[in-house]
């Protein structure tokens, strides 16, 4: 593959060109592909610029080594907490990330190798086409760390598998198995890890030689309807989201953390 000419510039991320066909690939293995600032920035500079990407007619998402994002970065918590400005700063970046990603027009097929977990699970969740290897899980366990499953969990979730599944998932911040994802329609397709690369490539072959226009808008006419969603419960659940980064147990929960221990929560 190629580097592409028209996706430069960035650090967090790896982007190759296979013809028509874009991959990009979260570049942090080190920390599990955790999503900062930086890389948030970069994926929404990314669906921004690939609105004007006419040599583009679909993209591969995955990440490096070993999972496909562990979600955010917990680190990154402990360092805007008490920030009014830096919260409000993080509130609007969220904001038009989720609905950057959903004004892509090209379809985004979601390789799922490892752990996609949190923001990392709505980060593939809101693309158009889910695949997991078998050894792959999937969850967001926002409550387990303190806080509110707001950046997108809970406008996927309910969507995806209905009102009651996604309640016991969000609410007890289980994580699912590949099988199980694939099982309760969560995602389209659980696949033996050795054949993830080649369902991923034949859908990409799919997307990227079919008929355009008729792919794209097709896509489009379906997402009024997550955008619609969008606009009713995604400021309400960053705000909500954004207040829980505030709390004791958030706090307490990035503290046990990074000591390595069980945290103890107070309900505060």
């Given at each position: 593959?190629?580097q592409s000419?028209?996706?430069?510039?960035y650090?967090?991320?790896?982007?190759?060109?296979?013809g028509?066909?874009?991959?990009?690939?979260?570049?942090?293995?080190d920390?599990l592909?955790?999503?900062?600032?930086?890389?948030?920035s970069?994926?929404?500079?990314?669906?921004?610029?690939?609105?004007?990407?006419?040599?583009?007619?679909?993209?591969?998402?995955t990440?490096?080594?070993?999972?496909?994002?562990?979600?955010?970065?917990?680190a990154?918590?402990?360092?805007i907490?008490?920030?009014?400005?830096?919260i409000?700063?993080?509130?609007?970046?969220?904001?038009?990330?989720?609905n950057a990603?959903?004004?892509?027009?090209?379809p985004?097929?979601?390789r799922i190798?490892?752990?996609a977990?949190?923001?990392g699970?709505?980060?593939?969740l809101?693309?158009?086409l889910?695949?997991?290897?078998?050894?792959?899980?999937?969850?967001d366990p926002?409550?387990?760390?303190?806080?509110?499953?707001?950046?997108?969990?809970?406008?996927?979730?309910?969507?995806?598998?209905?009102y009651?599944?996604?309640?016991?998932?969000?609410?007890?911040?289980?994580?699912l198995?590949?099988?199980?994802a694939?099982?309760?329609?969560?995602?389209?397709?659980?696949?033996?890890?050795?054949?993830?690369?080649?369902?991923?490539?034949?859908?990409?072959?799919?997307?990227?030689?079919?008929?355009?226009l008729?792919?794209?808008?097709?896509?489009?006419?379906l997402n009024?309807?997550?955008?619609?969603?969008?606009?009713q419960?995604?400021?309400?659940g960053?705000?909500?989201e954004?207040?829980?980064l505030?709390?004791?147990?958030?706090?307490?929960?990035v503290?046990?953390?990074?000591?390595k221990?069980?945290?103890?929560?107070?309900?505060h």
């Amino acid at each position: 593959m190629d580097q592409s000419m028209e996706h430069l510039g960035y650090n967090t991320l790896q982007i190759e060109r296979s013809g028509a066909l874009l991959r990009v690939t979260l570049n942090a293995p080190d920390k599990l592909n955790a999503i900062d600032c930086a890389m948030e920035s970069e994926l929404l500079r990314l669906f921004q610029n690939l609105r004007e990407d006419g040599a583009t007619a679909a993209v591969v998402l995955t990440g490096a080594g070993r999972a496909f994002s562990a979600g955010g970065d917990l680190a990154h918590s402990l360092r805007i907490m008490g920030d009014s400005a830096l919260i409000k700063q993080e509130f609007d970046l969220a904001r038009r990330f989720v609905n950057a990603l959903l004004e892509v027009e090209q379809p985004i097929i979601a390789r799922i190798h490892g752990d996609a977990i949190g923001l990392g699970a709505t980060l593939a969740l809101l693309c158009d086409l889910t695949v997991m290897g078998h050894s792959a899980r999937i969850g967001d366990p926002h409550v387990r760390v303190g806080l509110v499953a707001g950046d997108g969990g809970a406008l996927a979730w309910p969507l995806l598998i209905g009102y009651a599944r996604a309640k016991r998932y969000l609410l007890g911040g289980e994580l699912l198995t590949a099988a199980e994802a694939e099982r309760i329609g969560l995602v389209n397709f659980c696949v033996p890890d050795d054949e993830l690369d080649a369902t991923v490539n034949r859908w990409g072959e799919r997307f990227s030689s079919g008929a355009r226009l008729a792919i794209q808008w097709t896509k489009a006419t379906l997402n009024l309807g997550l955008k619609a969603q969008a606009a009713q419960v995604l400021d309400a659940g960053l705000a909500y989201e954004m207040a829980s980064l505030q709390s004791r147990d958030h706090r307490e929960a990035v503290e046990a953390f990074l000591a390595k221990r069980k945290p103890e929560f107070s309900g505060h």
